[in-house]
């Protein structure tokens, strides 16, 4: 089931095959913003671009948006800041770029179209005139197997600061499409072919494929699209942040005061701490998920309830993950979170209020011995809840889960609940600050016993439950 059906339903209505190709440009169209714009300002961030590779840089960019350099002159301006380093060492800086900002940028409506495309079987592809390094980790992430890209000319394993010629730009996308096809040794079908882009440059391209798609188009394009009357798409979940999303976010996280005081007055009459933190949690839940504009559905929610004290365990995409966890559990538990939150002036305070147990994730002897007291609560009847991943990721793939939930679980003799979260990258992104309204899917999976489980089989019981969240996330 798609996230977006309105964007993918005349995608699965389509003919199947690898015979139907669908071409996605990078910037813009799958990712918000620019690449290129990133590396930039990450080398110069990082002390790699000195005054005069800057400078080169800014010339290049002023002289291609005046015309008077094409495209490949352009490229060409900015490859030369690259010359003399490694190809090893800029994969690695591509690969680097990705994780700590281009993959939170991922539109998740592209994403969603992608998969469609995929599940028809048709052969799908990033065509872009970005080079391999920005391109690669986008197209990896997305399980897209082929990379149209410009090429930046090694030597010996080393960047020589100039480009193989021709570049993936304008005609030279249309090419490139078509060399694909003999490459692959499959006769594509252009008449039957998707092609998503913003920019009008790439009309050579858009022209040949029955099913061109401007997506997030520039004025020109937009002009271009209601002219032939191609539909064109616009996204919205990523970019800029409307004042509706900012006012919502405010609300969101405002709420939580007054869901704190709302419950001081149960807890100074029964002299019960931890109703107080109860009515807290399950109240703002409710409110700030409804300020923010975000509907939860799912699927298993017996499971939550079936057998309590228990370890809820979840797979850490977003900051909106811990309200989405409050409006599920409600009651009777309290989180783990990184040390760093401790010394938080404002969250703090209020998550040593709640229980919260506090890891340090980089000292292993200081977090086992912090296990201690949670360990004890749940002994006591209070559950706990978890990411085992250890981290926000920006990918809705899960990485590595790490032992001390499960090892948890194991010597208090509780079970373990997986509650999987579909797509709250949706809404909160890692690196991002707003909330974005939306729909997010929860599937609680049923309770697992982890009663004869033993540290010697521990590693094979950790990979079947974080298998049983790549199968059901699809």
């Known amino acids: 089931m798609s996230a977006y059906p309105e964007l993918t339903r005349e995608i699965e209505e389509s003919e199947e095959g690898p015979e139907v190709a669908a071409f996605f440009d990078l910037d813009r169209t799958l990712i918000q913003g620019f690449s290129a714009l990133t590396f930039v300002r990450d080398g110069a961030t990082r002390g790699q671009y000195g005054p005069l590779d800057l400078a080169e840089l800014g010339m290049a960019a002023t002289s291609f948006q005046l015309g008077t350099i094409g495209f490949s002159a352009f490229l060409s301006g900015t490859a030369r800041v690259m010359r003399g380093v490694k190809e090893e060492e800029f994969e690695q800086v591509g690969r680097r770029v990705f994780e700590e900002s281009l993959g939170s940028r991922i539109h998740p409506e592209a994403r969603a179209i992608v998969e469609a495309h995929k599940r028809r079987g048709h052969t799908v592809a990033v065509v872009s005139s970005a080079t391999r390094f920005q391109v690669e980790p986008v197209a990896e992430e997305l399980g897209i197997d082929h990379v149209l890209a410009s090429q930046l000319e090694v030597r010996d394993g080393v960047l020589t600061g100039e480009i193989v010629s021709p570049s993936c730009y304008g005609e030279g996308k249309a090419s490139a499409a078509r060399k694909l096809a003999t490459e692959i040794g499959i006769d594509l079908d252009f008449e039957r072919s998707w092609f998503y882009t913003d920019s009008d440059e790439d009309l050579p391209l858009l022209e040949i494929v029955g099913n061109p798609r401007p997506t997030n188009p520039n004025s020109n394009l937009a002009k271009i699209a209601a002219r032939r009357g191609w539909p064109a798409m616009q996204f919205t979940h990523r970019g800029r942040p409307g004042m509706a999303e900012v006012v919502r976010t405010g609300l969101a ?222």
């Open 253 to 474: 996280a405002g709420s939580l005061v007054p869901s704190l005081i709302l419950g001081l007055p149960a807890a100074y009459l029964t002299g019960d701490w931890q109703r107080a933190v109860n009515i807290a949690a399950s109240t703002w839940g409710e409110l700030a998920t409804a300020l923010a504009g975000v509907e939860v559905r799912v699927t298993g929610e017996e499971h939550l309830w079936s057998r309590r004290p228990a370890v809820f365990i979840f797979n850490h995409q977003s900051g909106l993950d811990m309200l989405l966890i409050c409006k599920l559990l409600r009651r009777d538990f309290v989180g783990i979170g990184k040390k760093e939150l401790e010394s938080n002036p404002i969250l703090g305070p209020i998550m040593s209020f709640a229980g919260t147990v506090f890891v340090d994730r980089m000292n292993h002897e200081k977090a086992i011995q912090a296990l201690g007291p949670a360990i004890e609560a749940l002994r006591h009847g209070m559950s706990l809840a978890i990411a085992p991943e250890g981290t926000r990721t920006t990918s809705p793939h899960p990485t590595r889960f790490k032992k001390g939930a499960f090892y948890m679980a194991m010597e208090a003799g509780v079970p373990i609940v997986p509650i999987v979260l579909h797509n709250t990258l949706d809404a909160l992104p890692k690196h991002w600050y707003f909330i974005r309204p939306t729909t997010i899917d929860v599937d609680v999976l049923p309770p697992i016993d982890t009663t004869g489980w033993t540290r010697n089989d521990l590693d094979a019981r950790i990979d079947e439950i974080h298998q049983a969240y790549v199968d059901v996330l699809g």
